[in-house]
């Protein structure tokens, strides 16, 4: 790569940097223009009037995890099929169609029994997976 | 110059980022300091002319791994994610038995020999910076290798994904007791 | 060899003047472009997102039959104006519960990861800051940082009803990354390449040759990514991390003033972003169906139009679609993408492919018609 590629590079740290600028200036004008009267129940967390009990950092259900997961798995296949999907076209004009398409197609079958496994045994449900879960783990 | 601006801000924010997770005593505070130290990685890459893999780093390491990681920790939810540990040297003797010590020192004495030979082999080789103008971008180059060479490993991780998918299901049912 | 706005402007006779002055500092000159390209993108973008909360409030009271604002200015357009100014005079709030730098990071964050994405957006053949070789992978991978911002700012206000949006929102937001992505391999697999350029170069003429009509699944493909895309902008029927009527204003319940506006602006800005990109992979992008015999910069001017109008359609319908439909459950939100998204995603993947290796990359259009 020559140098000049590198430049392609640079609007994307320009953008970021005028992201941050942006931040934080407005962040300064509210600082000079907003009114400053703070008050302890004013900076109690919003609870529609109650008086909030206990700290919102609670334990949270495992589903948000298991779909975290699945997510990572398949986040790992789509950055592995994105660059034979690139040369798709390309192999087919060079006459390696039905090769690329095996191989693709081959990839993406294993992706597909991975769903239907979840989807049978009930991971993918969001309210009954505690008890559909039970009920197979027999 | 740009490349040399790029490498400086990535490199800080990796180095930075890394020596603020080790050093925050605040859980949710460390992931973030880990999610700098990533994307800091990922601008390493992208100084290499590796720009798929730098963008493939975010996509799963900023998009996915620490999101999972903010997750499980919310999982464990607890009063508070702050260690009320005082020092690292007063806590070490609990951390572990004469087994864990030992193994952990085997693994450590492993990676220090790996990385001396990793080094020394760069080091010693003159990398040149040429590439073969056989292909129009990293991206096709990926692609080629992944088809032709590395047809078998391809296909073979997709097995491995769906071995970690299906490990990941299990793991997180309830089990009956 | 990744296309800039510089590479581009470069042809140009009056740019070699310019030139001359940074002899030897090339990279000067190119940071400096790129600055001032930079902040018109912004600006423009800004006052899209502002207009734009303006446009829905306009549209929700002509579906609504009311009358909507009209107080400031012609038709009370410069609506957002006020609400801009009346956010900076806000009074900064903060729980004392909250965790302070998370509490600033979470804004910052999904600035930062919108504002990333403009930099591959193809305005036009020759207006796009840089034409990165993984240009479409680049903004799936950059706008996950939105997803995380909306989890951190749910996270960092210790209040119930933030923390409830913020989780919905960031399972949300990566479950529905997947059919999206999928839906954009498709694209890729058709295209032969992932950046905008080689995308709508090879959509020119006639919208028949857009990758909409390409073929069936391609068709399907723009539905699944422009759901997913609406799931993915947290905009109604999705709109499940902020539903106001049950987590009062979730994920953003505890930020007040510029924070608030902040968090806004980068939404509204999103769904500009996602329109443009539906626009650029399946509705032809900025290309004229037509020929047309001008010069280089009227006939960007021109194409600059086209792809603002289709993009702007687009946002039309997204605010349309939110007044029209009610707002899903978080269990059927799940199983839609689940259970129906993926799985027609991939399968649109797999027909994409079969497509281009039987009818030899042909379009439905080619194959009905012959030829070009």
């Given amino acids: 790569m020559t140098p000049a590629n590198f430049d392609g590079l640079m609007p994307i740290v320009i953008l970021m940097g005028i992201a941050v600028a942006l931040f934080w200036g407005g962040h300064f004008v509210s600082v000079i223009l907003a009114p400053k009267k703070p008050s302890h129940l004013k900076s109690t967390p919003y609870e529609c009037g109650e008086q909030p009990v206990g700290s919102a950092w609670s334990m949270f259900n495992v589903r948000f995890y298991v779909v975290g997961l699945i997510f990572i798995i398949f986040d790992v296949e789509s950055v592995l099929m994105f660059p034979v999907a690139a040369i798709f076209r390309e192999l087919n004009d060079m006459g390696h169609g039905g090769y690329a398409l095996i191989i693709f197609l081959s990839f993406i079958s294993v992706l597909i029994e991975g769903i239907a496994y979840c989807w049978s045994k009930g991971d993918l449900d969001w309210v009954k997976s505690y008890q559909v879960s039970l009920k197979n783990n027999k | ?177 | 060899m990744n296309q800039t706005i510089v590479s581009y402007l470069a042809q140009y006779e009056f740019f070699d003047h310019i030139a001359a002055l940074f002899k030897g500092n090339e990279s000067l000159l190119a940071f400096l472009v790129f600055l001032l390209v930079a902040l018109i993108i912004v600006g423009l973008c800004a006052t899209i997102g502002g207009l734009g909360t303006y446009a829905e409030r306009k549209i929700s009271a002509d579906i609504q039959q009311r009358l909507g604002p009209n107080r400031v200015g012609p038709y009370g357009i410069l609506q957002f104006l006020a609400d801009g100014v009346k956010m900076m005079t806000k009074e900064d709030i903060m729980p004392f519960t909250a965790d302070k730098m998370l509490f600033y990071l979470a804004p910052m964050l999904a600035l930062v990861g919108v504002f990333a994405t403009l930099a591959v957006l193809p305005f036009s053949s020759g207006f796009m800051m840089t034409n990165l070789n993984v240009g479409v992978f680049y903004l799936i991978a950059i706008s996950s940082l939105v997803g995380l911002a909306v989890f951190l700012g749910g996270y960092a206000s210790n209040s119930k009803w933030s923390m409830l949006g913020g989780m919905r929102g960031a399972s949300q937001i990566i479950s529905y990354e997947i059919p999206v992505t999928i839906s954009i391999l498709a694209i890729t697999v058709l295209a032969g390449g992932m950046s905008f350029g080689t995308i709508v170069g090879m959509q020119k003429g006639l919208p028949i040759n857009w990758f909409i009509f390409h073929n069936p699944f391609a068709f399907l493909a723009f539905f699944v990514f422009f759901t997913g895309a609406l799931a993915e902008t947290n905009r109604a029927p999705f709109d499940l991390p902020e539903a106001e009527s049950e987590l009062v204003s979730g994920y953003h319940t505890e930020y007040t003033g510029m924070r608030f506006g902040f968090f806004a602006l980068a939404e509204y800005i999103e769904v500009f972003v996602v329109c443009g990109v539906a626009a650029a992979l399946f509705l032809g992008g900025s290309n004229l169906p037509f020929t047309l015999e001008m010069d280089n910069i009227p006939l960007q001017l021109v194409e600059f139009s086209i792809f603002m109008s289709k993009t702007l359609l687009l946002y039309y319908v997204v605010i349309w679609i939110r007044w029209t439909f009610p707002r899903l459950r978080v269990d059927q939100l799940m199983s839609i993408c689940w259970k129906y998204l993926t799985p027609i995603a991939i399968f649109n993947l797999m027909g994409c492919a079969i497509w281009l290796v039987v009818f030899n990359g042909k379009s439905m259009a080619e194959l009905m018609f012959g030829g070009h």
């Fill in chain 2, 1 to 177: 110059m740009f490349l040399q601006i790029l490498f400086a801000l990535s490199a800080l924010l990796t180095v930075g980022g890394a020596i603020c997770v080790l050093l925050t005593k605040n859980l949710m505070h460390s992931c973030i300091f880990l999610l700098a130290s990533l994307i800091g990685i990922a601008g390493l890459y992208a100084t290499l002319g590796a720009d798929f893999v730098a963008v493939a780093q975010i996509m799963i390491y900023v998009g996915g791994v620490v999101i999972l990681m903010l997750f499980a920790v919310m999982l464990t939810g607890g009063k508070d994610f702050v260690s009320r540990a005082q020092n690292l040297l007063g806590l070490a003797p609990t951390m572990g038995n004469m087994w864990t010590y030992g193994a952990g020192l085997l693994v450590g004495l492993v990676f220090l020999l790996t990385n001396f030979k990793l080094l020394s082999s760069v080091l010693n080789s003159h990398p040149t910076r040429t590439f073969t103008n056989e292909f129009p971008s990293t991206v096709n180059r990926l692609g080629h290798l992944l088809v032709k060479d590395h047809v078998l490993a391809f296909e073979i991780s997709s097995v491995l994904l769906l071995g970690a998918l299906v490990g990941a299901a299990i793991i997180a049912r309830p089990r009956k007791q």
